[in-house]
Structure formats: C-alpha cells, structure tokens
C-alpha cells in the first residue's frame, strides 16, 4: 500500500511539473525567436480570445499583415498600452501603412499607422486563461506551491524509499557500510575520486568478503587482478576519503544537551541589559 501511494505521489508531482512546464515553455520560448507573450485583460476580442488568454505575437513587417488577421499594436490614444484585435481594413499611403482595427466584440475602430519599414505583432497562437496562471505564478503563493511542494514531494518519495532494505538492494552493503563503499569508489558530489577500475559491485564484493573497509585493508595484499593492483596503487587516497566521509563523533562542545534545554527567563534583567 505504501508502495502505491508513494508512486501516485510522485505520478502527481511530475504531472504537475510536466504539464506547467510544458505551458511555460510553449509561452516562454517563443520570446527567443523575435516573438512575444502577452496576457489579455480584456474581453474585446470574444469568443475568438477571451478574457485571461495569452496570446503569442510574432514580429513581422506591416506589409505582410492581411485584413482578418489579429494583430498587437500600441493604444493610439494611451501609447503605454498594447491592444490586441482584428484588421478591418488596411491601406498604404506613401511610406506608411494605415490600418483600421476592432474587436470581434467592440463596435468602435481604431485608426492608427506603421511605417512601411516598421514591425508588428501578429497572433500566432494563444493559450486559454494560462494568463490567470501566469498571475497567479508570479504571485508568493503560487511559487510556493508550483515550486516548493513538487520539490518536497519528490524528495519526500525519495526518503521515503531509502529503507536500509534499500540502500542494500540498491549498493549491496547495508548502510552503516555505505561510508566505506564510497571511499572505494568515490563520491562526484564530494570531490572525492574513486579507485580507478573499481564500481559499487567490485567495491561491495570486497567489504562483503572481509567485514569493513579497514578489513579490506588488511586484506589488500590478498585482492588479485587489475582491480586488487590498482586499490593498492590508491590506497592512500581510499584511507584519505574515508576520513573525509566520516562522521565527527569526538568534538568537544561547550554544551550539553541540558544546558540547551528550553527554560525559564528573566524578564526583569532582560529588559536591563544594554
């Protein structure tokens, strides 16, 4: 049972993960190909895009446009503001491009013109109500969750999964050897580098055979082939590693564990120190 919930889980959190990333990108990328997402805030261009759509617009000159086609251009009236809506109706006049606009929803026009040279966003798709995400995912909440929990999750399982059955089913020694295992064969997050022409198997045969690394070492004089000579040739990088993979066991510390005990204070001279 354990085991089925633990690999729903983890189904869930790459779902969550594949599919957001999925629209991320199919929003995100085109910005590196001269294109650009925008999220609609209005419902002018209903039923064809609604309100919260992102809509992806890719730049081209104003002499390719064609009426019926959705175009994104600057307010004429608020030039900090982009509008998106539908050619009616274009013509050029010497080295500019006039266009008359609207929405599939409005009954006013817009008149405005590029010139000739000029670029132009035309839709190239959209993606239904992905910008109430995009708020959304911006937003703390929405990182924390679209972030945070699938991280959580996927490390949950993992930990979840490491039972010391595990660890031996997965390495082949139980895990209070594990120190040892990876003296022998190195650790790359570590820095740690390994004996040359020894795996996790070879390296796991050996502590099986004589206990523990140190009765490895003992033995080392007993281990043939290339894979004995070259443990012998990196010997003292093995004892180095198991050092450094160790434990500190022995440090002295000013406290104990009942002086960390949570008590009582004093409020008093709390308040009369400086």
């Known amino acids: 049972m354990k085991r089925v919930l633990r690999r729903c889980l983890l189904l869930v959190a790459w779902i969550v993960l594949g599919t957001f990333g999925g629209l991320v990108l199919a929003v995100g990328l ?158 790359t997050s570590d820095n740690l580098p390994g004996v040359p022409g020894v795996g996790p198997k070879t390296a796991a045969k050996w502590i099986t055979a004589y206990g523990d690394l140190h009765g490895v070492v003992a033995h080392v004089d007993q281990i043939t082939g290339k894979a004995g000579e070259s443990l012998r040739e990196h010997l003292d990088g093995v004892l180095r590693n198991r050092r450094l993979n160790a434990l500190v066991r022995d440090l002295e510390l000013p406290l104990g564990p009942a002086e960390l005990a949570r008590q009582q204070w004093d409020r008093d001279a709390y308040a009369e120190s400086p």
């Open 30 to 187: 085109p910005n590196a190909f001269h294109a650009k997402s925008l999220t609609v805030m209005s419902g002018s261009m209903e039923p064809t895009i609604g309100t919260g759509d992102v809509v992806v617009a890719r730049q081209t000159s104003p002499m390719d446009v064609r009426v019926g086609d959705i175009v994104t251009f600057r307010d004429p009236l608020e030039h900090d503001r982009l509008i998106t809506h539908r050619v009616r109706e274009m013509h050029v006049e010497g080295d500019t491009v006039v266009f008359v606009t609207k929405g599939d929803a409005n009954t006013g026009v817009e008149h405005w013109a590029l010139p000739k040279e000029g670029t132009i966003g035309r839709v190239a798709f959209h993606v239904p109500k992905f910008g109430y995400f995009m708020v959304w995912f911006h937003s703390r909440f929405g990182l924390l969750l679209l972030i945070v929990l699938p991280t959580l999750l996927l490390g949950v399982s993992e930990l979840w999964r490491m039972t010391p059955q595990a660890v031996l089913d997965k390495y082949g020694v139980p895990p209070e050897r594990y120190p040892d295992l990876a003296a022998l064969v190195g650790e």
